[in-house]
Each structure stands twice: as C-alpha cells, then as structure tokens.
C-alpha cells in the first residue's frame, strides 16, 4: 500500500509539474538547446583564428575533461531532485543555492539573444525578393560610396577607390536592418519593422512553451531536426561550389605553434562551456523533467557527441561557400571570413547572392538560422520560469496559472527588449552579450558548482545516486574531474580572464563611454556576487534558527540513496507481513 501510495503520489506531481511524454523527445529538446548559433558562427571561426585543426586538439580536452563531466553532473542533479536550478539546492548543497539565483540572472541576460531570430526573420522576408537587397545599390537607403557586390573586384588596379566604399550588404545590415546610430548615447527610435518581428518570435515562443514541456517537447519535433535538413542541403551545395576546397583548406590547416599560446586553450574553454550549455541550468531544469530512471548516463555521451559532431560539419557548411566567395572575388579567404552577426548577415548573404538561385539559398540559411536560435531560446524561457515556479509551487502550480504566467513573463520581456530595435539597439546588444553571459561567470559559476557538489555534498554522493538512478557505476574519471580538474581549471580560466580582459569596442573602432563599461561590470557582478550573498543569508538564518549541525548546509543529513532504501525496504516489510497476515 505504501509502495502504491507513494507512486502515485509522484504521478500526481508529475502531472502538476509536467513530465516528458517519451524520451525521445527530451533528447530533441537537449539536442535542439546545445546545438545552437554557436556550432554555426563561432565554432568555425574559432578553428581557423586558433590554427585550423590543431584547434581540434584543446576543444578535444576540454570537451572531454570539462564538457561531458558538467553535462553528466548537471543533468542527473536535475533528474535526482526533480526541481528547477534553484530549488536542487536545498536537497543538495543549501549553501549553495546562491549558484541558482545566478543563473535566474544569467538566464535574463540570455534572452536578450532573442533578437537574432528577429534579425533572421527580417532578412527571410526579404529572401522572397525578385532581387536580394544586399546585393545591390539600387535602393533608398544605399549611399554613394556604395558597391554593389557584382562589382566587386579586388584584383581592379583602382584599390584606393575600393577602400573608400562600403558593400552592398554591409549598408543593408548597418543602414537598412540596424538604422545603426553613432553610439550607445544616441538610442534614437523604435524600429517598428523589426519590432514586429520581434512581436512574431516571442509570440513563436509563448506558444512552444505555454504548456511547459508538454508543448516545447512537441514543437522540437520541428525545430530540432530541421535545421540539419537545411544543414545538409547546404553542405552539398557548399561542396560542390568552385573554391570550396580553398575554403576547407583555410578552415582546417593546422598550425601546431598555437597549441602554445594560452588563449587557444582558454577560447576552447569558452567555446565548450557556451555550446554545452553548461553552467546556466539549463541541463539541470531539462534534467528534472525526466524519469528518476532515465539513463541520463548515456544520454550525456550521445548528446555531447552530437554537439561536438554538429559544430565540425558546419565548419565544412561555412568555409565551403567562404572558398566560394573569395574566389568569386579574387582574394584570401581570411579576407572574407568572419564570425557572429558579421558571418551570418553579411558574409553569408553575400556569398548566396552569388550562387545561381540566390534566394532560394537565402531562404535556405536564413531558415535554418532561425530554428536553431528559436529552439536555444524557448529553451531558456523555458528553464527560467520552471525555476521560479518551482521556489512558489503554492502559488503557480494551478490550473491556468502556468499560461498567465508565460504570457507575463513574454510580454515583460518583450516590452523591455524593444530597446534592442532601436538605432542604438546593436551597442545595446553587445553589451548583453560582453558582459551579461562573460567567461567571467561561466568558470565562476563552474568552479562553485563543483566545489559545493564535490566537496560539499560529495562526489561518491554523487556517483552513488547516478548509479541508483540508470544502474551504471560511473568511472572514476568523473570524480577525478569533478573534484580536482575542473576546479583547478576554473579557477586558472577565472584569473586568466581578468589579466586579459579588454574594454569592448564595437566594430574594433566605436570606444564605449566610461558609464556603459560600469553598467556593463554591474552585469557581470550581478549574478556572481548572488552565490556569496545567498551563502551568506543561508548562513545568517541557521544561527539564528539555532541549527545545531551546521553541517546540514553542505549535504543533507542523511544519505539521500540510504533514505530511498530505507522506505523501499519498510515498504516491502509492510507488504510481506499484510500478505502472512492475510
């Protein structure tokens, strides 16, 4: 009786938390979050400024060291505590439940991405055209010193001229879809065109995750294997476009000196750390909704496989058509390659604009542009109100409260991005993206969440729980990097990151005000300054609770599996003496 009544007492919360119809889809929506804008217009980028292939060599480490340990650590917390990444903590490390109001923080900054899919939205209408709009100069808001891209011939003798103008798609990006103002200090107005399109992707979002994951798990059905069809459509155009394999060779020629200079090491940190997700709490939530027996074990193996596999085809999808360009063109590739915004709506669009049916491969890109960004950010919206649900289940967890409070949520957040499509919108963004999500808090946040969860809580803990949930004892290795490297990694990464840190420059030439570079210092501050102060407050009302073991601050007091033995065997003695006894 016991045994049946505390089932269905977990089916009941299941049913008012929400719980993954099959596994199939928490694979697509973990698959869908990880593989993002990152795999597309970083990662590329990344090997060909840090040596080609031999930058393969440090991402491998790290990925391997770093990547799948966090990715395992952080998913089977999630599916152990069945709660968001601030209330794990509690049934975890309760010192430690600061970490989680980090990343509601960190989660806040994140969404500010959401203005990519408006960007690509914006670019996709304009794919439909008879002709692409930044391929030529025959438009309202072209200037004088425009180039129209099928006049672009850098082997012309007349190289002053081509210095004094600028391209076709470059005066579409900064001109046409940015409006892009002198400075930070200059917002200017709304631009409503790219407010709709704003409107449209966060209304794209309420939809997806209104029902919390029983909606997002069927809309990444769509949104997580489209864009490897379009992926795949594109790496066979891109293979066999003339100068493809210029591009390859430029993408993937290895220079071994690299493997010397520090910041290599440190840009394979960052580049794992963002397209893993990790650090954020984003595994944790998508964890939690998961069955206490998932083989989150091996999923952590096939997953991270994924992502890594994804981020390497796409070098090939990028550096194929780069070839391409510079080629039509007459120049080096590094002439033209490029990543981030820069990559994606200027470079990109500039090589389809080449290619025979133009918009048809716009259209291509731009789609598959799109999902990726939708999928990473219904995600964070996702995780973000599950976590604040989860610290006031009283309050949210009845019926049509969870859809009011999406559509407040979205609202809130789309009224104060709009500041982001405005003239001065773009130094906005960069700021967001410099600060708001830094390397900074990533180590930060990985040093304190192995610190409390290894040394705290306990990594045999740990290892003892992921082998009670999926049956699999996990290797040594994992407490070996839980414990010691990625600690010791984070904490080296951390005070690499301050020695190196630069002032952000917009476009390596626009010097923010000294104001914006306090503003942007408060944001990375914002969340990390969260994990002392909750210790601290945690702290403070266990003295004046009178809590005689203080202990219970950094694991519970009692074993957690020995607990859930304990009631399964008292459960099993109930039932054997009711049986005798009838």
Known sequence: MNRQR???????????????????????????????????????????????????????????????????????????????????????????QGVGYGHIIIKMFDLSYIIIQAWALFYLIFSFSSQLPWATCENSWNTADCLSLHNLDFNSTNRTTLKNTTSAAIEFWERRVLGMSGGIEELGSVRWELALCLLVCWMLCYFSVWKSVRSSGKVAYVTATFPYVMLVILLIRGATLPGALDGIYYYLYPDINHLADV?????????????????????????????????????????????????????????????FMAQSQGVTVDTVVDSGPGLAFIAYPQATALMPLPQFWSVCFFLMLLFLSVDTHFVTVECLITSIMDVFPKLFRKRGRHEIFVFITCLIFFITHLILVTDGGIYIFQLFDYYGTTGFCEYFMALCECLALSWGFGADRIITIIEDMTGRKSSFFFKLCWKYIIPVVSLISFILYLIDYKHLQFNDSYVYPDWAYALGWIMTLSSVLMVPLGAIGKTLMAVRASTKHLSSLFYPAEDPILQRKKAGEEEMATELTSSVMT
């Open 6 to 96: 505390r089932k269905e007492e977990r089916q009941r919360r299941a049913e008012d938390r929400g719980q993954w119809a099959n596994k199939t889809e928490y694979i697509l929506v973990v698959a869908g979050n990880v593989v993002g804008l990152g795999n597309v217009w970083r990662f590329p980028y990344l090997c060909y400024k840090n040596g080609g292939g031999t930058f393969l060599v440090p991402y491998g480490v790290f990925a391997l060291l770093f990547g799948i340990p966090l990715f395992l650590l952080e998913t089977s917390i999630g599916q152990y505590t069945q709660e968001g990444f601030v209330t794990c903590w509690t049934k975890l490390c309760p010192l430690a």
């Open 263 to 323: 910041k290599v090491w440190m840009e394979a940190g960052s580049q794992i750390m963002f397209s893993y997700s990790l650090t954020a709490g984003t595994l944790t939530v998508l964890g939690s909704y998961n069955e206490y027996n998932n083989d989150c074990y091996k999923d952590c193996f096939w997953i991270s496989l994924l992502n890594s596999g994804t981020s390497f085809v796409a070098g090939f999808v990028i550096f194929s058509v780069l070839g």
